[in-house]
Protein backbone atom coordinates (compact mmCIF):
# COMPACT_ATOMS: atom_id res chain seq x y z
CA UNK A 1 0.00 0.00 0.00
CA UNK A 2 1.63 3.33 -1.19
CA UNK A 3 2.30 5.74 1.90
CA UNK A 4 0.03 8.53 2.23
CA UNK A 5 1.56 11.60 2.47
CA UNK A 6 1.63 13.69 5.61
CA UNK A 7 0.29 17.31 5.77
CA UNK A 8 0.39 18.68 9.00
CA UNK A 9 0.90 22.45 8.88
CA UNK A 10 -0.39 23.68 11.70
CA UNK A 11 1.29 20.75 13.96
CA UNK A 12 4.52 22.39 12.51
CA UNK A 13 3.36 25.81 12.85
CA UNK A 14 2.49 24.78 16.90
CA UNK A 15 5.97 23.48 17.26
CA UNK A 16 7.99 26.23 15.82
CA UNK A 17 5.73 28.76 17.83
CA UNK A 18 6.64 26.28 21.11
CA UNK A 19 10.36 26.68 20.43
CA UNK A 20 10.17 30.18 19.99
CA UNK A 21 11.84 30.04 16.06
CA UNK A 22 11.10 32.34 13.53
CA UNK A 23 10.48 30.64 9.74
CA UNK A 24 13.89 31.71 8.75
CA UNK A 25 15.70 29.95 11.93
CA UNK A 26 13.25 27.25 11.85
CA UNK A 27 14.25 26.63 8.20
CA UNK A 28 17.40 26.92 8.31
CA UNK A 29 18.01 24.52 11.07
CA UNK A 30 15.61 21.79 9.60
CA UNK A 31 17.69 22.15 6.15
CA UNK A 32 14.97 23.53 3.74
CA UNK A 33 14.36 26.57 2.23
CA UNK A 34 11.85 29.17 3.68
CA UNK A 35 9.42 29.24 1.10
CA UNK A 36 9.07 25.80 1.23
CA UNK A 37 8.39 25.70 5.15
CA UNK A 38 6.23 28.68 4.32
CA UNK A 39 4.00 26.10 1.94
CA UNK A 40 4.61 23.63 4.74
CA UNK A 41 2.61 25.15 7.32
CA UNK A 42 0.39 25.97 4.95
CA UNK A 43 -0.37 22.50 3.59
CA UNK A 44 0.36 23.44 0.17
CA UNK A 45 3.26 20.69 0.50
CA UNK A 46 3.12 17.74 2.10
CA UNK A 47 5.99 17.55 5.19
CA UNK A 48 8.88 15.87 3.82
CA UNK A 49 10.45 12.94 5.24
CA UNK A 50 14.11 15.09 5.53
CA UNK A 51 12.28 17.75 7.84
CA UNK A 52 10.81 14.91 9.95
CA UNK A 53 13.89 13.41 10.41
CA UNK A 54 15.22 16.81 11.28
CA UNK A 55 12.89 17.52 14.33
CA UNK A 56 13.48 14.24 15.70
CA UNK A 57 17.18 14.60 15.52
CA UNK A 58 17.54 18.37 16.17
CA UNK A 59 14.76 18.55 18.56
CA UNK A 60 14.61 15.54 19.33
CA UNK A 61 10.74 15.92 19.57
CA UNK A 62 8.61 12.68 18.90
CA UNK A 63 7.57 13.25 15.46
CA UNK A 64 3.93 10.86 15.98
CA UNK A 65 2.74 14.49 17.15
CA UNK A 66 2.56 15.58 13.44
CA UNK A 67 0.18 12.40 12.32
CA UNK A 68 -1.91 12.46 15.70
CA UNK A 69 -5.76 11.47 15.02
CA UNK A 70 -7.21 14.89 15.35
CA UNK A 71 -7.52 15.42 11.85
CA UNK A 72 -8.70 12.37 11.22
CA UNK A 73 -11.33 12.49 13.29
CA UNK A 74 -12.56 15.83 12.08
CA UNK A 75 -12.87 14.39 9.13
CA UNK A 76 -14.99 11.72 10.10
CA UNK A 77 -17.03 13.99 11.86
CA UNK A 78 -17.42 16.25 8.64
CA UNK A 79 -18.39 13.35 6.47
CA UNK A 80 -21.12 12.18 8.71
CA UNK A 81 -22.42 15.72 9.44
CA UNK A 82 -22.52 17.05 5.99
CA UNK A 83 -23.90 13.73 4.66
CA UNK A 84 -27.19 15.22 6.17
CA UNK A 85 -29.73 15.99 3.87
CA UNK A 86 -30.15 19.28 4.72
CA UNK A 87 -27.31 19.96 2.32
CA UNK A 88 -27.19 19.65 -1.02
CA UNK A 89 -23.71 19.25 -2.04
CA UNK A 90 -20.72 17.14 -0.27
CA UNK A 91 -17.31 18.96 -0.49
CA UNK A 92 -14.34 16.68 -1.24
CA UNK A 93 -12.92 14.37 1.07
CA UNK A 94 -9.66 16.70 -0.23
CA UNK A 95 -11.68 20.23 0.72
CA UNK A 96 -12.91 18.46 3.90
CA UNK A 97 -8.85 17.65 4.86
CA UNK A 98 -7.69 21.05 4.14
CA UNK A 99 -10.00 22.49 6.68
CA UNK A 100 -9.73 20.32 9.44
CA UNK A 101 -5.94 20.82 8.90
CA UNK A 102 -6.17 24.49 8.45
CA UNK A 103 -8.70 25.39 10.66
CA UNK A 104 -9.68 22.47 13.23
CA UNK A 105 -11.54 25.55 15.64
CA UNK A 106 -13.41 26.66 12.70
CA UNK A 107 -14.71 22.95 11.65
CA UNK A 108 -15.70 21.89 15.52
CA UNK A 109 -17.61 25.00 15.60
CA UNK A 110 -19.16 23.63 12.70
CA UNK A 111 -20.16 20.20 14.36
CA UNK A 112 -21.15 21.93 17.23
CA UNK A 113 -23.95 24.02 15.51
CA UNK A 114 -24.79 21.19 13.05
CA UNK A 115 -25.40 18.75 16.58
CA UNK A 116 -27.36 21.98 17.71
CA UNK A 117 -29.60 22.06 14.81
CA UNK A 118 -29.83 17.85 14.92
CA UNK A 119 -31.20 18.43 18.35
CA UNK A 120 -33.44 21.69 17.38
CA UNK A 121 -35.29 18.98 14.66
CA UNK A 122 -35.39 15.82 17.23
CA UNK A 123 -37.10 18.53 19.32
CA UNK A 124 -39.45 19.52 16.42
CA UNK A 125 -40.55 15.85 15.39
CA UNK A 126 -41.60 15.44 18.82
CA UNK A 127 -43.30 18.71 19.34
CA UNK A 128 -46.97 17.94 19.75
CA UNK A 129 -45.95 16.04 23.08
CA UNK A 130 -44.42 19.14 24.20
CA UNK A 131 -47.48 21.47 23.02
CA UNK A 132 -48.14 24.13 25.45
CA UNK A 133 -45.04 24.07 27.29
CA UNK A 134 -42.54 26.52 27.57
CA UNK A 135 -39.37 25.41 25.20
CA UNK A 136 -36.59 25.07 26.49
CA UNK A 137 -33.19 26.07 25.03
CA UNK A 138 -31.42 23.59 22.83
CA UNK A 139 -27.85 23.18 25.07
CA UNK A 140 -25.07 20.50 24.42
CA UNK A 141 -25.85 17.43 25.74
CA UNK A 142 -23.59 17.32 29.10
CA UNK A 143 -22.74 13.17 27.73
CA UNK A 144 -21.34 14.23 24.06
CA UNK A 145 -19.85 16.98 25.56
CA UNK A 146 -17.62 15.20 28.10
CA UNK A 147 -17.41 11.98 25.44
CA UNK A 148 -16.21 14.32 22.71
CA UNK A 149 -13.49 15.93 25.25
CA UNK A 150 -12.02 12.63 26.02
CA UNK A 151 -12.60 11.49 22.32
CA UNK A 152 -10.56 14.74 20.93
CA UNK A 153 -7.25 14.42 23.26
CA UNK A 154 -6.91 10.94 22.33
CA UNK A 155 -8.52 9.60 26.02
CA UNK A 156 -4.85 10.07 27.25
CA UNK A 157 -4.48 12.99 30.30
CA UNK A 158 -1.16 12.93 30.83
CA UNK A 159 -0.76 15.04 34.39
CA UNK A 160 -3.47 12.05 35.75
CA UNK A 161 -1.57 9.72 34.51
CA UNK A 162 1.58 10.29 35.68
CA UNK A 163 -0.20 11.08 39.18
CA UNK A 164 -1.86 7.44 39.20
CA UNK A 165 1.31 5.64 38.20
CA UNK A 166 2.89 7.60 40.90
CA UNK A 167 0.87 6.44 43.51
CA UNK A 168 0.58 3.32 42.57
CA UNK A 169 4.46 2.15 43.49
CA UNK A 170 4.68 -1.46 43.34
CA UNK A 171 1.24 -2.33 45.00
CA UNK A 172 -1.66 -0.10 43.83
CA UNK A 173 -3.75 -2.02 46.01
CA UNK A 174 -1.44 -2.03 48.85
CA UNK A 175 -1.17 1.90 48.33
CA UNK A 176 -4.92 2.24 47.99
CA UNK A 177 -5.42 0.98 51.64
CA UNK A 178 -2.81 3.13 52.63
CA UNK A 179 -3.77 5.96 52.22
CA UNK A 180 -7.35 5.00 53.50
CA UNK A 181 -5.75 4.22 56.63
CA UNK A 182 -3.95 7.25 57.08
CA UNK A 183 -6.83 9.50 56.66
CA UNK A 184 -8.79 7.24 59.20
CA UNK A 185 -11.51 5.58 56.89
CA UNK A 186 -12.73 2.19 57.04
CA UNK A 187 -13.10 -0.28 54.46
CA UNK A 188 -16.00 -3.00 54.48
CA UNK A 189 -17.67 -5.37 52.15
CA UNK A 190 -21.80 -4.96 52.25
CA UNK A 191 -24.06 -7.44 50.39
CA UNK A 192 -25.74 -4.40 49.06
CA UNK A 193 -26.76 -3.67 45.55
CA UNK A 194 -24.15 -0.65 44.99
CA UNK A 195 -20.88 -1.11 43.76
CA UNK A 196 -19.17 1.33 45.99
CA UNK A 197 -20.46 3.64 48.83
CA UNK A 198 -18.27 6.77 50.43
CA UNK A 199 -20.10 7.98 53.45
CA UNK A 200 -17.66 11.25 53.96
CA UNK A 201 -19.10 11.89 57.51
CA UNK A 202 -18.43 8.61 59.40
CA UNK A 203 -15.44 8.43 56.83
CA UNK A 204 -16.70 4.68 55.95
CA UNK A 205 -15.60 3.28 52.34
CA UNK A 206 -18.45 -0.11 51.47
CA UNK A 207 -17.79 -1.96 48.45
CA UNK A 208 -19.67 -4.61 47.07
CA UNK A 209 -18.86 -8.37 47.99
CA UNK A 210 -20.51 -9.91 44.99
CA UNK A 211 -18.30 -7.94 42.84
CA UNK A 212 -15.41 -9.46 40.94
CA UNK A 213 -12.25 -8.72 42.77
CA UNK A 214 -10.99 -6.62 39.41
CA UNK A 215 -14.06 -4.62 39.69
CA UNK A 216 -13.83 -4.02 43.69
CA UNK A 217 -9.96 -3.06 43.34
CA UNK A 218 -11.09 -0.69 40.25
CA UNK A 219 -13.66 0.85 42.26
CA UNK A 220 -11.55 1.30 45.72
CA UNK A 221 -8.78 3.15 43.12
CA UNK A 222 -11.91 5.32 41.41
CA UNK A 223 -12.59 6.43 45.35
CA UNK A 224 -9.21 7.24 46.41
CA UNK A 225 -8.79 9.45 42.90
CA UNK A 226 -12.07 11.25 44.15
CA UNK A 227 -10.31 11.81 47.55
CA UNK A 228 -6.62 12.35 47.47
CA UNK A 229 -6.73 14.15 43.83
CA UNK A 230 -9.76 16.64 44.11
CA UNK A 231 -6.99 19.28 43.16
CA UNK A 232 -5.53 17.92 39.98
CA UNK A 233 -9.24 16.49 38.69
CA UNK A 234 -10.57 19.70 39.69
CA UNK A 235 -7.83 21.84 37.67
CA UNK A 236 -8.59 19.54 34.69
CA UNK A 237 -12.21 20.14 34.37
CA UNK A 238 -11.31 23.98 34.80
CA UNK A 239 -9.23 23.48 31.83
CA UNK A 240 -12.09 21.30 29.83
CA UNK A 241 -14.19 24.96 30.67
CA UNK A 242 -17.28 22.35 30.02
CA UNK A 243 -20.49 24.57 29.46
CA UNK A 244 -22.63 22.94 32.20
CA UNK A 245 -22.20 21.58 35.92
CA UNK A 246 -23.77 18.37 34.85
CA UNK A 247 -20.84 17.94 31.68
CA UNK A 248 -18.34 18.78 34.67
CA UNK A 249 -20.04 16.07 37.34
CA UNK A 250 -19.92 13.48 34.62
CA UNK A 251 -16.51 14.21 33.33
CA UNK A 252 -15.25 14.09 37.07
CA UNK A 253 -16.53 10.73 37.37
CA UNK A 254 -14.74 9.93 34.06
CA UNK A 255 -11.22 10.82 35.15
CA UNK A 256 -11.82 9.26 38.54
CA UNK A 257 -12.34 5.89 36.44
CA UNK A 258 -8.90 7.29 33.99
CA UNK A 259 -7.04 7.34 37.65
CA UNK A 260 -8.32 4.28 38.35
CA UNK A 261 -7.46 2.31 35.46
CA UNK A 262 -4.13 4.03 35.44
CA UNK A 263 -3.49 3.45 38.50
CA UNK A 264 -4.06 -0.49 38.23
CA UNK A 265 -2.33 -0.66 35.04
CA UNK A 266 1.00 1.87 35.51
CA UNK A 267 1.92 3.30 32.50
CA UNK A 268 6.03 1.97 32.33
CA UNK A 269 5.41 -1.41 33.44
CA UNK A 270 2.22 -2.24 32.01
CA UNK A 271 3.30 -1.09 28.52
CA UNK A 272 6.39 -2.94 28.92
CA UNK A 273 4.69 -6.01 29.85
CA UNK A 274 2.32 -5.16 26.64
CA UNK A 275 5.11 -5.53 24.36
CA UNK A 276 6.93 -8.39 26.30
CA UNK A 277 3.76 -10.58 25.62
CA UNK A 278 3.04 -9.06 22.76
CA UNK A 279 -0.12 -8.02 23.75
CA UNK A 280 -1.55 -11.51 25.18
CA UNK A 281 -4.26 -10.01 26.72
CA UNK A 282 -5.13 -12.99 29.11
CA UNK A 283 -1.86 -13.21 29.77
CA UNK A 284 -1.43 -9.04 30.85
CA UNK A 285 -5.10 -9.63 33.09
CA UNK A 286 -3.56 -12.71 35.10
CA UNK A 287 -0.42 -10.47 36.01
CA UNK A 288 -2.42 -7.45 36.60
CA UNK A 289 -5.67 -9.39 38.25
CA UNK A 290 -7.55 -7.22 35.53
CA UNK A 291 -10.78 -7.47 33.98
CA UNK A 292 -10.25 -8.07 29.87
CA UNK A 293 -11.84 -4.91 29.48
CA UNK A 294 -9.86 -3.26 31.79
CA UNK A 295 -6.77 -4.23 30.09
CA UNK A 296 -8.18 -3.70 26.04
CA UNK A 297 -9.42 -0.41 27.12
CA UNK A 298 -5.55 0.58 29.23
CA UNK A 299 -3.99 -0.55 25.85
CA UNK A 300 -5.78 2.28 23.43
CA UNK A 301 -4.49 4.59 26.11
CA UNK A 302 -0.91 4.67 25.77
CA UNK A 303 -0.54 7.52 24.01
CA UNK A 304 2.36 9.65 26.37
CA UNK A 305 4.32 11.74 23.88
CA UNK A 306 8.07 10.12 23.51
CA UNK A 307 6.72 6.69 24.93
CA UNK A 308 3.73 6.12 22.81
CA UNK A 309 2.51 1.99 22.86
CA UNK A 310 0.30 0.23 19.76
CA UNK A 311 -2.51 3.10 18.44
CA UNK A 312 -5.46 0.91 18.88
CA UNK A 313 -9.19 1.82 19.11
CA UNK A 314 -11.45 0.36 21.62
CA UNK A 315 -15.13 0.11 21.57
CA UNK A 316 -17.90 -1.51 23.31
CA UNK A 317 -21.57 -2.24 22.31
CA UNK A 318 -24.45 -3.43 23.71
CA UNK A 319 -26.64 -6.79 22.11
CA UNK A 320 -28.75 -4.00 20.49
CA UNK A 321 -25.51 -3.00 18.61
CA UNK A 322 -25.34 0.71 20.31
CA UNK A 323 -22.02 2.25 21.00
CA UNK A 324 -21.09 2.21 24.47
CA UNK A 325 -17.92 3.36 24.90
CA UNK A 326 -15.64 4.23 22.00
CA UNK A 327 -12.17 5.80 21.43
CA UNK A 328 -9.35 5.84 18.84
CA UNK A 329 -6.22 6.81 18.13
CA UNK A 330 -5.84 5.16 14.82
CA UNK A 331 -7.12 6.49 11.12
CA UNK A 332 -10.23 4.42 12.01
CA UNK A 333 -12.94 6.63 13.42
CA UNK A 334 -16.50 5.86 15.15
CA UNK A 335 -20.06 6.80 14.16
CA UNK A 336 -21.34 10.14 16.31
CA UNK A 337 -24.47 8.74 15.95
CA UNK A 338 -26.12 5.28 15.53
CA UNK A 339 -24.06 1.92 15.58
CA UNK A 340 -20.88 0.40 14.27
CA UNK A 341 -20.87 -1.47 10.95
CA UNK A 342 -22.88 -4.91 11.29
CA UNK A 343 -19.97 -6.61 9.65
CA UNK A 344 -17.43 -5.80 12.55
CA UNK A 345 -16.44 -8.88 14.56
CA UNK A 346 -17.67 -7.19 17.68
CA UNK A 347 -20.85 -8.52 16.89
CA UNK A 348 -20.43 -11.48 16.22
CA UNK A 349 -18.67 -12.37 19.49
CA UNK A 350 -22.52 -12.73 21.51
CA UNK A 351 -22.37 -15.80 19.05
CA UNK A 352 -18.99 -17.35 20.59
CA UNK A 353 -19.11 -16.58 24.41
CA UNK A 354 -15.48 -17.00 25.65
CA UNK A 355 -13.46 -16.79 23.30
CA UNK A 356 -11.46 -14.11 21.75
CA UNK A 357 -12.58 -13.68 17.49
CA UNK A 358 -9.86 -12.29 14.88
CA UNK A 359 -10.56 -10.40 12.21
CA UNK A 360 -8.43 -8.62 8.98
CA UNK A 361 -10.69 -5.94 7.73
CA UNK A 362 -10.10 -3.08 5.07
CA UNK A 363 -12.12 0.43 5.63
CA UNK A 364 -13.39 2.42 2.26
CA UNK A 365 -10.36 4.06 2.48
CA UNK A 366 -8.54 1.16 2.15
CA UNK A 367 -6.53 0.99 5.52
CA UNK A 368 -5.77 -2.32 6.76
CA UNK A 369 -6.74 -3.62 10.76
CA UNK A 370 -6.37 -6.43 13.26
CA UNK A 371 -9.75 -6.62 14.72
CA UNK A 372 -9.84 -8.27 18.10
CA UNK A 373 -13.24 -8.92 19.70
CA UNK A 374 -14.68 -10.99 22.87
CA UNK A 375 -18.14 -10.89 24.76
CA UNK A 376 -18.23 -9.74 28.23
CA UNK A 377 -20.81 -10.85 31.08
CA UNK A 378 -21.44 -8.46 34.69
CA UNK A 379 -23.21 -10.91 36.55
CA UNK A 380 -25.53 -9.38 39.44
CA UNK A 381 -24.06 -11.75 41.93
CA UNK A 382 -27.85 -12.90 42.64
CA UNK A 383 -30.21 -15.19 41.95
CA UNK A 384 -33.03 -13.95 39.63
CA UNK A 385 -31.02 -10.81 39.08
CA UNK A 386 -30.20 -9.74 35.62
CA UNK A 387 -26.59 -10.03 33.88
CA UNK A 388 -25.58 -7.54 31.60
CA UNK A 389 -24.23 -8.55 28.66
CA UNK A 390 -21.40 -6.19 26.55
CA UNK A 391 -18.99 -7.21 23.71
CA UNK A 392 -15.60 -5.54 23.65
CA UNK A 393 -13.24 -4.83 20.63
CA UNK A 394 -9.63 -3.36 20.18
CA UNK A 395 -8.15 -3.17 16.79
CA UNK A 396 -4.74 -1.88 15.28
CA UNK A 397 -3.48 -0.85 11.62
CA UNK A 398 -2.28 -3.97 10.18
CA UNK A 399 1.55 -2.30 10.43
CA UNK A 400 1.51 -3.45 13.98
CA UNK A 401 0.22 -6.67 13.62
CA UNK A 402 4.12 -8.18 13.95
CA UNK A 403 3.50 -6.22 17.91
CA UNK A 404 0.30 -8.64 18.56
CA UNK A 405 0.33 -12.49 19.09
CA UNK A 406 -3.20 -12.29 17.46
CA UNK A 407 -1.58 -11.73 14.21
CA UNK A 408 0.49 -14.99 14.76
CA UNK A 409 -1.75 -17.34 11.92
CA UNK A 410 -2.81 -14.93 9.56
CA UNK A 411 -2.37 -14.25 5.99
CA UNK A 412 -1.96 -10.18 6.66
CA UNK A 413 0.14 -10.20 3.37
CA UNK A 414 -3.06 -11.70 1.18
CA UNK A 415 -5.61 -9.09 0.07
CA UNK A 416 -8.43 -11.64 -0.23
CA UNK A 417 -7.86 -12.52 4.07
CA UNK A 418 -8.99 -8.82 4.44
CA UNK A 419 -13.19 -8.40 5.34
CA UNK A 420 -14.20 -5.17 4.07
CA UNK A 421 -15.84 -3.01 6.58
CA UNK A 422 -17.21 0.27 7.00
CA UNK A 423 -17.76 3.11 9.92
CA UNK A 424 -21.41 3.50 9.26
CA UNK A 425 -23.87 2.63 7.07
CA UNK A 426 -24.87 6.93 6.80
CA UNK A 427 -21.81 7.84 5.81
CA UNK A 428 -20.17 4.20 4.42
CA UNK A 429 -19.06 4.38 0.39
CA UNK A 430 -19.71 0.68 -0.83
CA UNK A 431 -21.90 0.20 -3.23
CA UNK A 432 -22.23 -3.24 -3.17
CA UNK A 433 -22.45 -4.10 0.47
CA UNK A 434 -25.36 -6.93 1.83
CA UNK A 435 -25.47 -6.03 5.23
CA UNK A 436 -26.49 -1.69 4.52
CA UNK A 437 -29.25 -0.91 6.83
CA UNK A 438 -29.91 2.51 5.38
CA UNK A 439 -28.93 4.05 2.15
CA UNK A 440 -26.13 6.41 2.37
CA UNK A 441 -26.40 9.95 2.45
CA UNK A 442 -24.14 11.70 0.42
CA UNK A 443 -25.11 9.57 -2.73
CA UNK A 444 -27.97 9.16 -4.83
CA UNK A 445 -30.13 6.62 -5.75
CA UNK A 446 -32.23 5.45 -8.29
CA UNK A 447 -34.92 2.46 -7.92
CA UNK A 448 -35.04 -0.28 -11.08
CA UNK A 449 -38.47 -1.16 -12.02
CA UNK A 450 -38.04 -4.64 -13.25
CA UNK A 451 -34.61 -5.30 -12.07
CA UNK A 452 -34.14 -6.25 -7.64
CA UNK A 453 -30.55 -7.05 -6.91
CA UNK A 454 -29.71 -7.58 -2.39
CA UNK A 455 -30.92 -4.13 -2.06
CA UNK A 456 -34.03 -2.28 -3.20
CA UNK A 457 -32.11 0.78 -4.95
CA UNK A 458 -29.04 0.91 -6.85
CA UNK A 459 -26.63 3.55 -5.46
CA UNK A 460 -25.35 5.81 -8.01
CA UNK A 461 -21.52 7.09 -8.90
Given at each position: MSQKKLYAGVKLHEIRTRLGLTQKVFAAKL???????????????????????????EFGLDVTELSSGDTERIVTDMREALADPVFSDTPPLADLRLAASNAPALTRAFLELHSAYRRTQERLVSLDAALGQRAESVAVSPWDEVRDFFHYIDNHIDAVDRAAEFFAGDDPVASAHHALQERGITLSLSERKHLRYYDPEQRELTLSAQAAPATRNFQLLHQIALITQSDLLEATLDLARFQSDQARAIARIGLA????????????????????????IERLAHRFDASFEQIMHRLSTLQRVGDKGVPFFFVR??????????????????????????????????????????????????ERYLLLARDVSKHAGAWGAPDRRYAIALGCEVSHASQLVYADGLDTENPAAYEPIGTSCRICERSDCHQRSIPPLERKLSFPVNRREVLPYEIRE
Open positions: GVSLPYLNQMENNHRPVSTTVVLALAQNYFAGAALLPYGRFRAAAQETRHDVDQAGNITKRHSATRLQFARFGGACPLWNVHRAFETPSHFLRQLAQTPDG
